[in-house]
C-alpha cells in the first residue's frame, strides 16, 4: 500500500490499479481508499453542519460511496484516464452521496427543534437554600419533640406525602383520630412558636 505523502497516485499505479479494481482486488481497494478516504471525508465536513452531525458522519457517507465505486469498477469497468479524473470522480461521487444522505434526514431535520424552544417561558426549577434546608430540619425535630414517640411513624408518612387513609391502614389509626393528632400537634407548635409553652 504505497500512496505518495498528498495522496495522489501517478499515472502508471493508477492504471495497475484500475485494472486489479475490475477483478475485484480488495487489496487494490483499500489502497485507493486509504490514499482519498482522507481528502473525501474532508469535502463532506466543509458540508456538514451541527444539525447533521447529530445524524450521520462524513465516514458514513465516504464508506457509502466506497461502496457504490467498488460496484462499478467490477460491474461496469470504469477507466480514468489520470489521477486527476480518478479524483474529480470522487469529489463528485462524495457529494452525491451526500446530498442522498441529507435528502433521507431531511425531513426530520424539518421537525426538529432545539429542546430551548419548548423550555422557553418555563419557570426555573426551584431549589432550597441551604437557609431554607436549615430551617426545615429545626422545624421537623421540633414537631418530633413535641410528639410522642408513637406519633412519630404517623408524622413522617404525613410528611412524605401519604393520605390519611394509607396512614390509617399502616398505623391502625383511625381517620379522625389522626386529623385530631395533627390538630393537636399544630396548635402545641402554634402555642410554642407564640411563646405560651
Keep these: 500500500m504505497t500512496a505518495t505523502s498528498q495522496g495522489a497516485i501517478n499515472h502508471d499505479r493508477l ?3 484500475c485494472e486489479r479494481l475490475g477483478r475485484g482486488d480488495t487489496a487494490a481497494a483499500e489502497e485507493v481508499f486509504l490514499s482519498y478516504e482522507p481528502y473525501l471525508r474532508m469535502v463532506v465536513r466543509r ?40 479524483k474529480a470522480f470522487l469529489i463528485r461521487a462524495t457529494l452525491n452521496c451526500f446530498i442522498s444522505f441529507y435528502r433521507q434526514h431531511r425531513t426530520s431535520l424539518e421537525r426538529e427543534q432545539p429542546l430551548s424552544s419548548y423550555t422557553e417561558g418555563m419557570p426555573e426549577s426551584r431549589q432550597d437554600r441551604p437557609s431554607e434546608v436549615v430551617q426545615a430540619d429545626e422545624l421537623w425535630d421540633q414537631l418530633l419533640a413535641l410528639s410522642p414517640p408513637d406519633h412519630h411513624e404517623l408524622l413522617r408518612l404525613k410528611n412524605r406525602g401519604v393520605s390519611l387513609a394509607e396512614i390509617a391502614s399502616r398505623t391502625g389509626l383511625h381517620e379522625s383520630s389522626i386529623r385530631r393528632i395533627l390538630y393537636r400537634l399544630e396548635d402545641r407548635f402554634d402555642a410554642l412558636q407564640a411563646g405560651w409553652a
Design 15 to 17: 492504471i495497475g490499479l
Design 47 to 86: 458540508r456538514l453542519t451541527p444539525r447533521l452531525r447529530a445524524k450521520f458522519d462524513s465516514i458514513d457517507v465516504v464508506q457509502s460511496v466506497w461502496a457504490q465505486v467498488l460496484h462499478g469498477f467490477r460491474d461496469t469497468c470504469w477507466d480514468f484516464p489520470d489521477e486527476a479524473h480518478l
